[in-house]
């Protein structure tokens, strides 16, 4: 994970330096009626999450990426979406109806699809700024929730093929956010944002919705009526 980090940073650093040097030599950001291309790393806080019944889980913090679009509805006002990837370590305990406990760890596999509103404040290279979000979340904990099962179809090359799966616990929840960041502008074509964000996922069964906040960096491209 770590190595791709590495290499997305460098990417960045290069595509800043090319920009630089082109003809755009305004540093105050996107306009109205550009596109922009967003990618980084996104650092998630660990959670604990409690359940009806008495079952727990202990999300642990980890790095994942995500990748979106957004567009400048006028110099300050941009609307977007992105998609997220992750994956986290979890500690948990299964209160069974007996009242026996069982224990469960492994890795949870959280992706997400959000649509995003920014306001930039300021009109230089430096602009700070405030987000809200909403969207879906989705979430597969890898724990088999049945026995392992075969499908197959027919394949006019192939004939008939059959493969094995395994279905798992998982859930779908709808999530909104708040956060607030900044962004600092090298040209018009290109900018670094940093923010902080605190996600509510509405999760079925937990006791009360929980909150997770993330820390993320995003490389952006732009594109537009220069």
């Avoid at 359940?51 to 957004?70: H, Y």
């Avoid at 392992?148 to 859930?171: A, E, F, H, L, R």
């Avoid at 900018?191 to 509510?200: E, G, K, N, Q």
Wanted: net charge negative.
């Amino acid at each position: 994970m770590n190595n791709r980090i590495s290499w997305l940073i460098a990417a960045a650093m290069l595509a800043a330096s090319h920009g630089t040097s082109a003809q755009m030599t305004s540093n105050t950001g996107g306009s109205t009626g550009d596109w922009e291309f967003r990618i980084g790393p996104v650092f998630t806080q660990s959670k604990d999450i409690s359940f009806d019944g008495g079952t727990t889980a202990d999300l642990k913090s980890d790095t994942g990426f995500k990748l979106g679009t957004g567009y400048y509805i006028t110099d300050q006002f941009v609307v977007g979406g992105n998609f997220a990837w992750g994956r986290s370590d979890f500690n948990g305990t299964v209160q069974g109806n007996n009242g026996a406990v069982a224990y469960e760890n492994g890795r949870v596999d959280l992706s997400s699809l959000m649509f995003d509103a920014t306001y930039l404040l300021g009109q230089g290279a430096f602009k700070p700024y405030g987000v809200v979000g909403l969207g879906w979340n989705w979430a597969s904990t890898n724990i088999a929730s049945g026995p392992p099962q075969t499908g197959c179809w027919w394949d006019p090359w192939w004939g008939y093929i059959c493969s094995g799966y395994q279905p798992t616990k998982g859930s779908n929840s709808f999530t909104y956010q708040v956060g607030a960041g900044a962004q600092f502008n090298f040209n018009r074509s290109f900018a670094v944002t940093a923010d902080y964000r605190y996600t509510v996922v509405d999760l079925d069964h937990a006791t009360s919705n929980p909150g997770i906040g993330s820390i993320q960096l995003m490389f952006v491209w732009r594109a537009g009526h220069y």
